[in-house]
């Protein structure tokens, strides 16, 4: 997706698939997606689905049938069965945000009174969908008109109300916003363009909108809430501004900056699954937790746990320390229980050593195991190689630092 101002090539080449995208939403068009996405559930290869799907449908509609067919399938795990309503580029694909997630944010806004959302960056609407589904009229705005298109097309195929889709820069919209609102609404949601050239951007003056417009909208519209890197420095967090690291599946999923009217606590972190979230929260900063000796379980906090800097909190609970202070192992006398960590029963505890490893475990006739890290430069799939051996035990072996040494741990399965 074009980040820059849109020179004439690519000008062009938006033209174009803004042309394809109408010429799909028809009913001959409609009738080619099918095709192209029963020839993908086939499983035809794509040379022949493509000279099918052009001797069938016409040139003009097959390779853009084909093309949106696959990005169906590739969004179908997120989206659902609205994968198959819904128009994708690769680009707005790799860019959307997870629909469930996008649900859940919409529903904190408008629990928190918010009735009119700007969505600033809709790229293919996965934002502007969840707002409208939880009933805000909404103003999504793009630079890109692929993007304006393929929203307000998708919004159309959902059948959803109170969308205006709008080209607009989100820079100048921000910098003009007055009196809790923009673009005419009294909340948004930002979502910066966070990639380049199929590579994150780490720098958060780089993003599109940069950071000084995050900034910017914080201060501006305290009924807003801006989607950020996972990495973001706590540093870079304005006071009075809720932090929120969320995690599905043992990975951080997004992480988000709440606005002043809509903040609730200092930091949160949520556990997001198919039931459901989970969520710790802290008014303050909770501080460091206190390190201690290794014990007989040990403790793998979540990662939004850990980004959001509440193992303290998780450490109380639990009656547990850190194994060394700059590591977010914890160590307790008895398996968790919580939702917050990953518990393993300690068999051992010795100097990191690969000989010494590998003799402890052919003796307790350990051929596999499973390699975690912290705090050590090894590679864990080439030291579970290394390990390999012919007994027909399984151990967790957790390599990390404990008060400065490099140790590992022998661990039993999770419980
Ligand atoms: C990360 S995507 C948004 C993804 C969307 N929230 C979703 O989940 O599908 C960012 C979008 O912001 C748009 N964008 C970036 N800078 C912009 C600017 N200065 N003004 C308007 N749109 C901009 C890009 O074109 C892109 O579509």
Redesign the pocket.
């Known amino acids: 997706?074009?980040?820059g101002n849109l020179d004439e090539d690519s000008a062009a080449q938006s033209a174009e698939t803004v042309r394809q995208l109408r010429a799909l939403s028809t009913p001959p068009g409609a009738a080619a997606l099918a095709r192209a996405a029963a020839l993908l559930d086939g499983r035809t290869d794509a040379v022949t689905a493509l000279s099918r799907l052009r001797a069938e449908v016409g040139v003009d509609l097959a390779g853009p049938a084909w093309g949106i067919a696959r990005q169906r399938e590739k969004a179908r795990p997120a989206f659902g069965a609205d994968a198959d309503r819904l128009l994708f580029t690769g680009?707005?694909l790799e860019?959307?945000?997870r629909p469930a997630l996008?649900a859940r944010r919409a529903g904190r806004l408008l629990d928190g009174g918010v009735r009119s959302v700007a969505?600033?960056?809709?790229?293919?609407?996965?934002?502007?969908i969840a707002l409208a589904r939880a009933g805000a009229s909404v103003v999504a705005?793009?630079?890109?008109p692929v993007?304006r298109e393929l929203t307000a097309l998708n919004v159309a195929a959902l059948g959803l109300r109170g969308v205006q889709v709008r080209d607009?820069?989100?820079?100048?919209?921000v910098a003009t916003a007055d009196d809790g609102r923009v673009a005419g609404c009294d909340a948004a949601?930002l979502?910066?363009?966070?990639?380049a050239g199929g590579r994150r951007l780490l720098d958060p003056d780089r993003w599109?909108?940069p950071w000084s417009?995050v900034l910017a909208l914080l201060d501006r519209v305290p009924r807003c809430v801006v989607?950020v890197a996972p990495g973001l420095d706590h540093a870079r967090v304005p006071d009075g501004v809720e932090a929120e690291w969320v995690s599905a599946g043992g990975s951080i999923v997004e992480a988000l900056l709440w606005g002043r009217d809509l903040s609730t606590t200092w930091r949160r972190a949520t556990l997001a699954g198919a039931g459901g979230a989970v969520e710790l929260t802290a008014d303050t900063d909770p501080g460091p937790a206190p390190v201690g000796p290794v014990r007989g379980w040990l403790h793998e906090p979540d990662p939004a746990v850990i980004r959001s800097g509440l193992v303290s909190l998780v450490a109380t609970d639990l009656g547990a320390t850190l194994v060394d202070p700059t590591i977010a192992y914890l160590t307790s006398d008895s398996t968790a229980g919580s939702p917050w960590t990953s518990s393993y029963p300690v068999t051992d505890v010795l100097p990191f050593n690969l000989k010494r490893l590998r003799a402890l475990l052919r003796a307790r006739g350990v051929g596999r195991v499973t390699v975690k890290k912290r705090g050590s430069p090894i590679e864990p799939e080439t030291l579970a190689r290394q390990l390999r051996g012919p007994g027909s035990g399984t151990a967790v072996v957790v390599v990390t630092r404990v008060a400065g040494a490099p140790t590992v741990l022998v661990c039993g399965p999770p419980s």
Not at 141 to 144: H, L, S, T
Not at 191 to 195: E, L, N, Q, Y
Request: proline share 8%; glycine share 8%; hydrophobic share 35%.
């Open positions: 997706m074009p980040t680009d707005t860019q959307a945000g996008a969505d600033l960056g809709c790229a293919a609407g996965t934002d502007t705005v793009d630079r890109d993007a607009a820069d989100v820079v100048d919209l949601v979502d910066p363009a966070r990639r599109s909108p417009t989607k």
